[in-house]
């Protein structure tokens, strides 16, 4: 098996062109314990974190760039996400337990498109952007474009996620995030919740809300979003939200948790959400 370590982006893209069968790897967290059939026979890996231009958090030209290879640690603890963007801030905080955060990657995370994928609700409320890199050069997609169907995204052979831009969020937004696992730490979420939303003039002007492990990719809950855009804000319309979301999503039967048990926790996750905003 071939395996390459390189150490620039321009030496990243000549392998793949080279050999676009590679497999990227990050932090390995996913890859390491996957199914022994998932890695045997892989005709290579490409290790992605020692390419600096892959790694980070800056800002450029009004978003914020986050780089693949950034581990959650990094993104847990900077001041620009803390400030700007708490929603993924808390998701980076609340992915596996500390060991897991220095090494688990943002870009592993998304690639990895698991449905239960903690920072994905988080991207999704924040409309973020996702910059591919690959043979045919850079493209650039809108991460609610991202993911295709269970485990199957944008990506095409020989491309890598780049980095994610984050445009600036509403001026005064609130931001809440929630998981609900077995444990608060080194649990797979049963249900996870993203909520981005603003109230002016006592009225609700934005929300943007998405889920986990809920549907076969993580979701925005469209229905509960145009449902509540321009509501007055007050405590009745929180039990609606919480009631719509239980109705939008597909949960299913797993060792996890039931669909039934999905659905009730997201409704109360939901409600709760919009009650804070609402009260
Ligand atoms: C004990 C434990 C606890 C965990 N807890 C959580 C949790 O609470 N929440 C959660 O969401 N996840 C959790 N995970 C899963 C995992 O840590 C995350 O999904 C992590 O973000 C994966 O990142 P990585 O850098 O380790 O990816 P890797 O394992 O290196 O790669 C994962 C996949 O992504 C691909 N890939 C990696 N980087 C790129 C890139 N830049 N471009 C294209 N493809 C790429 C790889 O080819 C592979 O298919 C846990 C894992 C473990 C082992």
Redesign the pocket.
């Known amino acids: 098996m071939r395996a390459f370590a390189p150490k620039s982006l321009e030496e990243t893209l000549l392998r793949l062109a080279e050999h676009p069968d590679l497999?990227?790897?990050?932090?390995?967290?996913?890859?390491?314990?996957s199914e022994p059939e998932d890695r045997r026979g892989l005709p290579g890996v490409l290790d992605?974190q020692s390419v600096p231009e892959?790694r980070g958090i800056e800002w450029r030209g009004g978003s914020l760039e986050i780089g693949?290879?950034t581990?959650?640690s990094e993104i847990r603890d900077s001041p620009e996400v803390q400030q700007s963007f708490p929603v993924l801030a808390e998701a980076a905080s609340?992915?596996?337990?500390w060991q897991?955060q220095n090494?688990?990657?943002?870009?592993?995370?998304m690639?990895?498109a698991?449905p239960?994928?903690?920072?994905l609700p988080a991207l999704l409320v924040l409309e973020a952007q996702v910059v591919l890199l690959g043979p045919e050069g850079r493209r650039t997609v809108p991460y609610g474009e991202f993911h295709r169907g269970y485990r199957e995204t944008a990506?095409g052979p020989g491309?890598?996620?780049?980095w994610v831009q984050l445009p600036k969020p509403p001026e005064g937004a609130t931001q809440l995030f929630r998981?609900v696992?077995t444990r608060e730490a080194?649990?797979?979420?049963k249900v996870v919740v993203a909520l981005l939303a603003s109230v002016s003039d006592g009225q609700i002007s934005e929300y943007r809300l998405a889920a986990g492990s809920v549907a076969e990719t993580p979701v925005r809950l469209t229905e509960v979003e145009e449902a509540m855009v321009g509501q007055s804000a007050r405590a009745a319309v929180a039990d609606q939200a919480g009631h719509l979301a239980a109705q939008a999503v597909r949960p299913i039967d797993d060792v996890r948790s039931t669909a039934e048990y999905r659905r009730f926790v997201l409704a109360q996750v939901v409600r709760r959400m919009t009650l804070q905003l609402v009260a």
């Open positions: 497999r990227p790897l990050a932090g390995c967290t996913d890859l390491m314990v992605l892959l693949a290879v581990p959650f609340k992915i596996g337990g897991i090494r688990a990657s943002l870009g592993g995370n690639a990895n698991s239960a994928g903690d920072s990506l491309e890598i996620i780049g998981k696992g080194q649990a797979i979420s």
